[in-house]
């Protein structure tokens, strides 16, 4: 029954080992946030500020290889009209595909306005002219000659005039049917970029120092808010609620000049410009409520959907946001852009379009086929055995991983691995790198968060590369020629029983480490434990107490065991021995002392030694004066020493102190009578 009894609890002990062999050393990275899920490539794919992934918008793919860069968008029975900032083209995007509908006598066409029925009206600079589309032909409607730069219009329908905000002089001007403009606002900053009718009121966006102005008639402006940026890019207005996107840029070249405006590759309208961008609500009242910040990015674009929720495009790496009433932004969208220039959300053409390089996504629907999340390569530091991948998610959402050697994923890669329905094992092999990827195509209301990735790496020895210590005998860091002591100025610290030691080590996976510290005198072979027993040591550094121990020249061993991440089949183990460190706890002693006339003579004499320094005081002075010893170098536990002090003291009766100093700061003090 013993034997029994013994054999089950034996089972019962390598059972328990087993399980803690299988925790320890288990690493594991977590992708729970949006940061972290926002790092990888999202097609077809949202996520939000809270850290859920969820199908987003599927965006289809038209390049608009004819078009350097889009800076308006509107929607026009059953067709979109693109105003671009290449040589003024007005473009038509029809059934995926686009063509040139008219060119207009002006270097880029900024804004587009459908006004007094099917006409839309065009703005443009240089030279702020405004044009008019109708029956298909694009003629001039009117010059604004107080303005230089056309960037944005407005239509109010209710009193049917047109509000176009112009540069380079601040001014706002309002335009009747019959081509009358007048200057309806005179901003006392530079230029007026943005432009909004609503409410009964007209609001308008500088574009200097970023306020945003209320109009309730001709001249009769307030500040609603000034937001202390750059730049109040563009105005929604839903119902009684005004939104307004601003930037602080890096500079001001988001506004542009007359000269050329766009190169190949920018927008034009911000092109070259980074910065911050914010998105405000402003209630009935006035009252302004902060949306939307982004500390890495400005937004170069917005619009509200059919439901008057806000969507802004930023301008580094063409994303597409929008938040809710909680704050809870979402990435809705993530071009291979730079920047979302003009946005389509409210019609029955939605339209994401974007810059640098220039492509119309029209916007198919939530989710599909295509609806995909990609996590960037996760680095194991070293290549890991990888374990039960985990997550959370709501509806059916199907996993699957890929493992690789190298930092950006190529043909070493493995294939992906089958799709996983629920957490269970890694397929993919032992490696440095994996992948997460993640497809919404079987349910566009499914929800995903918090990933986790187990997996334990390859068992590396930590060495150790250097020990130091306080003792004046320090080893020097590996690889270095040599490292300087003190030169033997004035000692200020008292003497300390307790050595400090400290050491270095390379631990390439980052394990726990134990230390166990030994010491031995020099010229024995017997080794002694440091450590007080049951102490374990985890920190590369110890205070050791020498004041019960026989003066001398000591060896420290340090050894480093990483016994505590890893099953005993597996631990790793380094050693490394110190250079000599001097254990001296009395002080050195002067003998042989004579006194003729005013030279002093004798001898320094250490246990241990060496010697580090001699000076002398006359009393009532309070100044210590140092002097060598007659070979010229402290270098050894014995060192005769001669001065003459007629300098110091010429002549007449004197007491004078010397005072003598090991390594380890012990020091003896002697006086003699100068006669």
């Given at each position: ?124 600079l240089p030279g702020a002219k405004l044009f008019a ?176 929720t806000p969507y802004v495009g930023t301008g580094v ?359």
């Open positions: 029954m013993r034997s029994l009894l013994q054999a089950a609890l034996v089972t019962a002990a390598l059972f328990a080992l087993s399980t803690d062999a299988a925790a320890v050393g288990t690493r594991r990275i977590a992708l729970r946030t949006a940061e972290d899920l926002k790092a990888g490539e999202l097609q077809g794919v949202a996520v939000d500020s809270s850290g859920v992934l969820k199908a987003g918008f599927n965006l289809g793919k038209v390049p608009l290889d004819d078009a350097a860069t889009v800076w308006a968008a509107l929607e026009d029975k059953g067709r979109v009209l693109l105003a671009t900032g290449s040589e003024g083209r007005l473009l038509e995007l029809k059934n995926g595909a686009t063509k040139e509908l008219a060119k207009a006598d002006a270097m880029a066409l900024t804004s587009l306005v459908r006004a007094w029925g099917d006409m839309v009206i065009v703005g443009s589309f109708e029956n298909g032909k694009l003629v001039e409607f009117l010059t604004l000659k107080e303005a230089d730069h056309i960037f944005g219009l407005a239509f109010d329908e209710k009193e049917q005039v047109l509000y176009a905000a112009t540069g380079p002089e601040g001014k706002l001007f309002r335009i009747t049917r019959d081509k009358k403009a007048q200057v309806y606002f005179d901003a006392e900053e530079p230029h007026l970029v943005s432009v909004a009718v609503g409410g009964g009121k007209v609001y308008a966006g500088g574009g200097d120092q970023a306020r945003l102005y209320a109009l309730s008639g001709p001249g009769r402006a307030t500040v609603l808010f000034d937001f202390g940026r750059t730049e109040v890019r563009a105005i929604a207005v839903s119902g009684t609620d005004v939104y307004a996107i601003a930037n602080e840029l890096k500079d001001k070249r988001s506004l542009p000049s007359s000269s050329k405006p766009s190169e190949k590759g920018s927008s034009g309208l911000g092109s070259g410009a980074q910065g911050k961008g914010t998105l405000y609500r402003f209630d009935k009242s006035g009252a302004p409520e902060q949306l939307l910040d982004n500390t890495e990015e400005h937004f170069t674009s917005l619009a509200l959907d059919a439901q008057g790496e063409g994303r597409l946001y929008t938040v809710n009433e909680n704050h809870n932004s979402v990435l809705a969208a993530d071009t291979e852009a730079r920047q979302i220039t003009a946005l389509l959300l409210s019609g029955a053409e939605r339209h994401v379009i974007s810059a640098d390089p220039s492509v119309a996504h029209p916007i198919r629907g939530v989710g599909g086929a295509e609806a995909t999340w990609t996590s960037k390569a996760l680095d194991a530091g070293l290549r890991a055995n990888f374990g039960r991948l985990d997550w959370s998610a709501e509806g059916e959402v199907e996993l699957s991983t890929r493992s690789g050697n190298t930092g950006t994923p190529d043909d070493t890669w493995s294939p992906w691995s089958a799709e996983l329905r629920s957490p269970a094992s890694i397929q993919s092999p032992a490696a440095r790198f994996i992948q997460v990827r993640a497809r919404f195509s079987k349910d566009a209301k499914a929800t995903l968060r918090e990933i986790t990735v187990p997996f334990v790496t390859d068992n590396l020895r930590a060495i150790v590369t250097s020990i130091e210590s306080d003792s004046g005998n320090a080893e020097s860091p590996t690889g270095a020629e040599g490292k300087l002591l003190s030169s033997g100025g004035p000692i200020t610290e008292s003497p300390d029983r307790e050595l400090s030691l400290k050491w270095e080590v390379d631990n390439p996976d980052k394990d726990e480490l134990l230390y166990r510290l030994h010491y031995r005198l020099e010229g024995t072979q017997a080794w002694f434990d440091m450590l007080p027993p049951n102490e374990k040591l985890t920190k590369n550094k110890y205070n050791w107490n020498t004041r019960d121990l026989p003066e001398g020249r000591y060896r420290v061993r340090v050894s480093a065991s990483d016994e505590l991440t890893n099953p005993p089949s597996s631990v790793k183990r380094h050693q490394r021995d110190s250079h000599v460190v001097l254990v001296d706890n009395t002080a050195p002693e002067v003998t042989g002392l004579q006194v003729t006339g005013r030279v002093v003579r004798g001898f320094a004499v250490d246990g241990v030694g060496p010697i580090a320094r001699i000076e002398a005081s006359l009393a009532g002075t309070d100044s210590w004066i140092p002097f060598a010893p007659i070979d010229g170098i402290f270098d050894s536990a014995r060192e005769e020493f001669s001065a003459d002090l007629t300098t110091l003291s010429p002549s007449g009766p004197a007491l004078l102190t010397l005072r003598v100093y090991d390594q380890q700061h012990n020091q003896t003090v002697r006086s003699v009578t100068l006669r």
